[in-house]
């Protein structure tokens, strides 16, 4: 079976860094190209980061360039988002997405909320 577990997520005061981890199992992961998305309740999920799968390749949503960096270890089996100078517009649901060509698999996400 398939499986992506986020974890890291949590309560953190503005301006401050928390690094999500995604660890990935029942697929070859050197094979996925990885991102994190985001999600606010009553919204639609936004997609935020991506890595291709040898990491030669990074891209961000707008709203968070220069402040998160995604990274990932294929002989861990794990994509990290690195987050710092937080704001509150940042509070969501993170998710990770595996994707190659013809599957597609999400994790269940973890909750970050920047406040004061």
């Known amino acids: 079976q398939v499986q992506l577990v986020e974890s890291g997520g949590g309560l953190v005061q503005p301006g401050g860094s928390l690094r999500l981890s995604c660890a990935a199992s029942g697929i070859i992961f050197s094979r996925y190209t990885m991102d994190w998305y985001r999600q606010v309740p009553g919204k639609q999920r936004e997609w935020v980061a991506i890595i291709s799968s040898g990491s030669s390749f990074t891209d961000y949503v707008a709203s968070v360039k220069g402040r998160f960096t995604i990274s990932r270890d294929n002989a861990k089996n794990t994509v990290s988002l690195q987050m710092n100078s937080l704001k509150p517009e940042d509070t969501a649901v993170y998710y990770c997405?595996?994707?190659?060509?013809?599957?597609?698999?999400w994790g269940q996400g973890t909750q970050v909320t920047v406040s004061s």
């Open positions: 997405k595996a994707s190659a060509l013809r599957d597609e698999y």
